[in-house]
């Protein structure tokens, strides 16, 4: 077996395989020192590259979009928005037996937000909803006469109800299967976004929030960018924020009722599938879903 492949499917990406692929495809950055980061994140293995640079590569196919998006998108969107967001310098290709596009962006200093620091902070929700402001603010005119557009689809409720409701009926001896069957429904029974497509982030929630000093900074992994429905970036409510800021981000940002009810469905889908996939070996996502899962519900 060789260091680049197994046999589940998914490649192992190794410092060895990172340096090669930099060597061969971005020679002037082949002599800086590369370390990985870790843990890493579920989607990618992540590396540091010199004092200034970050490498990415995708563990799945399901994070192979995200470079090449980041790349043709992050440059336009960042001059609108008010918080740090990754900066692509190149897109790798497939070689050496990796399978996959990836990414060299330059190097975001930082700490992951959490909610023992900012859960409280009234500020956070206030930054929190202007970033997302400015990012449904910074649509093209001509990218309003389309909704779809390379990959942007808005992905829909409806489309997680079977595996939401599996899930449901697997963790119902851990949380009130009953109001949580009641929110679901709710959710996809709530009016739908009948309003101008918006830019999503579409993985908004606290593992993707830096800080600098306690405060936050900057919003990272645009894996997930699409246009539509903004719904599904309400997540971060309810993975950072306690109710008092909760309450102050839905102010600031003038979510209507059927909006939030249909981000709180996010909230527990999203919840309930990290939950049963994750929870039962990573005691840190076991509570941190839990935490999720229980603030969707209280709304």
């Not at 996959?100 to 023992?116: F, M, N």
């Not at 079977?162 to 009641?182: K, N, P, W, Y």
């Not at 941190?288 to 519900?297: E, G, K, M, S």
Request: aromatic content about 8%; proline content about 7%.
């Amino acid at each position: 077996m060789s260091d680049e492949e197994n046999t589940s499917g998914r490649p192992d990406v190794s410092t060895t395989l990172a340096r090669r692929l930099i060597e061969s495809q971005f020679p002037q950055w082949a002599g800086l020192p590369l370390e990985p980061v870790l843990p890493g994140g579920s989607d990618h293995a992540i590396f540091r590259l010199g004092r200034d640079l970050s490498v990415r590569l995708p563990r799945h196919a399901g994070a192979i979009s995200q470079a090449e998006k980041e790349y043709r998108w992050l440059p336009r969107l960042a001059p609108h928005l008010p918080l740090a967001v990754p900066e692509p310098v190149g897109v790798g290709r497939p070689d050496f037996g990796y399978p996959w596009p990836w990414a060299v962006s330059r190097w975001l200093d930082g700490a992951t937000a959490t909610v023992e620091g900012l859960s409280e902070c009234a500020d956070t929700a206030i930054r929190l909803a202007g970033f997302l402001s400015a990012l449904q603010r910074s649509l093209p005119e001509e990218m309003r006469r389309a909704e779809a557009h390379d990959g942007l689809d808005a992905p829909s409720l409806s489309q997680r109800d079977r595996s939401t409701r599996a899930d449901i009926a697997l963790t119902g001896d851990v949380f009130d299967a009953g109001a949580m069957t009641e929110l679901w429904e709710a959710a996809l029974e709530a009016p739908a976004w009948d309003r101008e497509p918006v830019w999503f982030h579409g993985d908004f929630h606290t593992g993707n929030l830096l800080t600098v000093g306690g405060r936050l900074s900057a919003v990272i992994d645009f894996g997930g960018l699409g246009i539509g429905d903004p719904a599904c970036d309400l997540i971060v409510a309810f993975t950072l924020m306690s109710a008092e800021s909760r309450a102050v981000f839905r102010s600031e940002l003038g979510v209507d009722e059927a909006t939030w009810l249909r981000g709180r469905g996010w909230a527990l889908s999203t919840g309930l599938n990290a939950y049963t996939s994750y929870a039962a070996t990573h005691p840190r996502v076991a509570a941190q879903t839990t935490r999720q899962i229980v603030q969707a519900l209280a709304g």
